[in-house]
């Protein structure tokens, strides 16, 4: 098994464009979620997934698109790339959405905007 | 206000010393509390979870401890070797179930030194 895998592993944008971070798993998980991590900051949640066609915002969201059309593919959109959104972002898998399955992590995307 | 706040934020020793790492939390209800290691450039992965009911746990030279009265969770480090370096990240979930959310602390960077 990958586990869960992430592209581009490195991303340099300049204000205003748009880009699709990628994020696959091939265990099967029926949970996916996006996280961006700041310095200094913790993890902070920015969508959610509990299934193929459902998705759903987390503490940050605004900014970010995501859509579930398959059980592997949990893509994040960066719609109209800002400074502030310089960051590097962790895609998630968890057999269930319970805190009690442990949650397996990609190795990241770090994301810079010019 | 629900907040995990960790301690110290970094922390070097020697190698075979061992460490302890401080989590302290106001998060209410409280439903578990996972304890995650971070080795630079990668995803956080998980080393322990406890339950409300848990005191103690281990993986092992990992040892977490949770005292659920004050609300503080520390995580052993026993014969420290330079794999060991690392962030560790404190996160408690208020609820196991999918509405459940996830508080994550900064981490604290250890630096084991030969």
């Known amino acids: 098994n990958a586990g869960v895998t992430q592209t581009p592993k490195f991303q340099v944008l300049k204000t205003g464009q748009s880009m699709t971070l990628q994020c696959a798993q091939d265990?099967?998980?029926?949970?996916m979620s996006w996280y961006r991590q700041d310095p200094g900051m913790g993890l902070r949640l920015i969508h959610y997934s509990v299934g193929a066609g459902i998705t759903d915002q987390g503490e940050v969201p605004n900014g970010y698109n995501v859509s579930r059309s398959t059980t592997e593919d949990f893509p994040l959109r960066l719609l109209s790339a800002a400074p502030s959104q310089t960051s590097v972002y962790f895609c998630?898998?968890?057999?269930?959405?319970?805190?009690?399955?442990?949650?397996?992590f990609g190795p990241g995307t770090r994301l810079t905007v010019l | 206000k629900n907040q995990v706040e960790q301690s110290p934020q970094s922390l070097i020793i020697l190698e075979g010393k061992n460490c302890t790492l401080q989590?302290?939390?106001?998060?209410?209800?409280?439903?578990?509390l996972r304890w995650y290691k971070q080795d630079t450039g990668r995803g956080p992965v998980s080393l322990t979870i406890?339950?409300?009911?848990?005191n103690t746990k281990s993986n092992g030279r990992y040892t977490a401890t949770l005292d659920a009265d004050t609300k503080q969770s520390s995580l052993h480090i026993t014969a420290s070797q330079l794999s060991d370096s690392a962030s560790y990240i404190c996160?408690?979930?208020?609820?196991?179930?999918?509405?459940?959310?996830?508080?994550f602390g900064r981490g604290t960077q250890l630096t084991v030194w030969p």
């Open positions: 998630a898998s968890s057999p269930g959405g319970s805190s009690y399955n442990e949650q397996f």
């Open positions: 989590c302290n939390y106001t998060v209410s209800p409280f439903s578990n």
């Open positions: 406890m339950t409300f009911s848990e």
């Open positions: 996160v408690v979930s208020d609820r196991g179930s999918t509405l459940g959310r996830l508080y």
């Open positions: 265990m099967n998980h029926e949970y």
